[in-house]
């Protein structure tokens, strides 16, 4: 394995609307680079809930608290920013990270609000690119018969069936990996597994990208 010691890490990215599996992946991906391919592997999330900024995040999330729209976008895109050193420091370093939400996130959740796209997504030029966005698909009818839905802010039926349209009609890119969500974990993960293992050597010797 000395070898590996030798390459950076790489950036993988899942994102989707509300239930669609995102977190559950997350935690399978992460265990298969750190078991099956023996890779150093960290899993982060965003909103990282821990920092101070995270906290207004949080308290606004549980509805305990209102706030202006661009505000809050500025302090959920502040969130990566804050992130930002350390992120780089991983891939540098070699460990492989795995992502559930970013960028695209803060843009589909604000511009459901009504707020311009490009206005949305201009705050988050300059951040670390992922080198792999797994976008998890399926009904919005679907997801919302999923554990626990309904607890948060912005779990409401309409309000999702906007972001999914963000995402799919506003966001996605013809690089990203578009995956039918609406199997058992394992058929999906197996699908991502074989996606990461088929992609990551050639990855592996591209320079990290930034959000432009
Ligand atoms: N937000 C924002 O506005 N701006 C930003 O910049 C960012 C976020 C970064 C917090 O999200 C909120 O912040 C979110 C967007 C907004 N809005 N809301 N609401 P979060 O990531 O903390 O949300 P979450 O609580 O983790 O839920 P989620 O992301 O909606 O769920 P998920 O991660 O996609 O799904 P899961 O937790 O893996 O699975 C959900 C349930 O389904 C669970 O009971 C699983 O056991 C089950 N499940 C999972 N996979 C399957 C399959 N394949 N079949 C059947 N059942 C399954
Ligand atoms: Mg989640």
Request: net charge neutral; charged share 25%.
């Amino acid at each position: 394995n000395r070898m590996n010691i030798m390459k950076r890490g790489l950036f993988i990215l899942f994102e989707g609307a509300d239930r669609v599996g995102k977190s559950t992946q997350v935690q399978s991906l992460t265990n298969h680079i750190s078991n099956s391919r023996n890779l150093p592997t960290k899993s982060l999330r965003f909103p990282d809930r821990t920092t101070p900024i995270g906290q207004i995040l949080n308290q606004y999330l549980q509805n305990a608290t209102n706030m202006d729209d661009r505000a809050l976008h500025l302090l959920f895109s502040s969130n990566r920013w804050e992130a930002k050193d350390s992120i780089l420091e991983l891939l540098n370093s070699g460990t492989n990270i795995v992502v559930d939400r970013y960028s695209y996130s803060g843009v589909a959740y604000t511009a459901a609000k009504g707020i311009d796209v490009d206005w949305c997504y201009s705050c988050e030029k300059g951040l670390p690119e992922p080198d792999i966005v797994f976008y998890l698909s399926m009904s919005t009818e679907d997801a919302t018969k999923r554990g626990d839905y309904g607890g948060e802010r912005y779990e409401k039926v309409e309000f999702q069936m906007k972001i999914k349209q963000i995402y799919e009609e506003k966001l996605k890119r013809p690089s990203w990996k578009v995956i039918n969500a609406n199997r058992t974990v394992e058929e999906v993960s197996n699908e991502i597994n074989q996606i990461f293992d088929s992609e990551l050597e050639s990855l592996q010797k591209k320079p990290i990208g930034t959000l432009n």
